[in-house]
């Protein structure tokens, strides 16, 4: 896993700057996260000072960029050699893998204490086990052998606005695994539609992602179930009552339009349509937990639920 004598002396060539380890902290996936973060805090119930909740969300923030440190260090050998990866700062020299390993085992470690010491134990907890789970379940033993590789290990992905309520509350609840199953949900129509497209990168590294090892057509089919079954739970939090209207309704016209994108795409077997249904993924998501946290924010605010 460490550098050859040969890449140490590219790695030499090199004064890695402050913007390389920004790229290793993955900041777009980064920024998700913190979102959805931020966002299980402001629905969760009870008050917070703010200046723990800027911890909060803060360590939340350091977690998730440590994690994808540690993902980079690790997949570097495959990263090299995959198209859309291989400029990435440490298949292309200008980090060494022991300075990213370094830096993302210190983030971890301060994230996790800085949560456990300033906000709650629980919330310090649920990071530990997001890191770790993306670092050892994920990257180190499911994406390399698994095609339910992006299923199970999207878990890692939807525990942040989990860690944002128990910020808040110290404990979990019903409301925040509705959370974290709209997320876990999100994860496989979102990822086999970018892999439908991204395929001959993944096959010629052997990383045995759904298109790869079962085929296109079973990957549009389990992409049409998967949002099927993702869309009645994104109902839920106005069904239970800690969502407003105006989320039922985004929540059902978006959903509609994300369950035609995968019908079409069943249907027509167009890579077009599968950047489309992904790139939309992507804002769905986005407007889901937007729409969440301003009408807690405004809920909070007015006195009750807009």
């Known amino acids: 896993m460490y550098a050859t004598s040969a890449e140490q002396r590219r790695y030499d060539q090199y004064e890695p700057a402050a913007r390389d380890f920004w790229a290793l902290l993955k900041p777009r996936v980064m920024s998700l996260v913190v979102f959805t973060g931020l966002v299980g805090l402001l629905l969760a119930p009870g008050e917070i000072h703010p200046v723990i909740a800027f911890t909060a969300i803060l360590c939340i923030a350091v977690g998730a960029g440590a994690s994808g440190c540690l993902n980079m260090w690790y997949d ?8 859309r990866t291989c400029d990435r700062p440490i298949p292309a020299g200008r980090v060494s893998r022991e300075s990213a390993l370094h830096f993302g085992v210190a983030l971890s470690v301060a994230s996790v204490l800085l949560m456990g010491l300033a906000v709650n134990i629980t919330a310090a907890v649920l990071l530990a086990v997001t890191i770790g789970f993306y670092i050892f379940v994920y990257t180190m033993w499911l994406k390399r052998r698994t095609p339910q590789n992006i299923v199970i290990g999207g878990a890692a992905g939807a ?11 110290g404990n979990i609840s019903l409301e925040s695994l509705v959370l974290f199953g709209i997320i876990f949900m999100w994860t496989p129509p ?11 990168d993944y096959e010629k590294v052997g990383v045995p992602m759904l298109p790869v090892v079962a085929g296109e057509a079973e990957t549009r089919k389990q992409i ?18 800690f969502a407003g ?59 009750g639920l807009i």
Request: with cysteine.
């Open 76 to 83: 570097a050998d495959i990263d090299a050699v995959m198209n």
């Open 159 to 169: 525990f942040p606005p989990m860690i944002g309520w128990v910020a808040v509350t």
């Open 190 to 200: 979102h990822f086999w539609a970018l892999s439908l497209f991204a395929c001959k």
């Open 224 to 241: 049409l179930i998967y949002t099927l079954l993702m869309v009645p739970i994104t109902l839920a939090p106005w069904v239970m009552g």
């Open 245 to 303: 209207p105006v989320y039922g309704l985004t929540s059902a016209v978006l959903g509609t339009v994300f369950l035609g994108l995968a019908l079409k795409l069943y249907f027509r077997k167009d890579i077009g349509t599968a950047k489309k249904l992904f790139f939309f993924s992507i804002l769905y998501l986005f407007i889901l937990f937007a729409v969440l946290g301003t009408e807690a924010f405004l809920g909070q605010t007015s006195g």
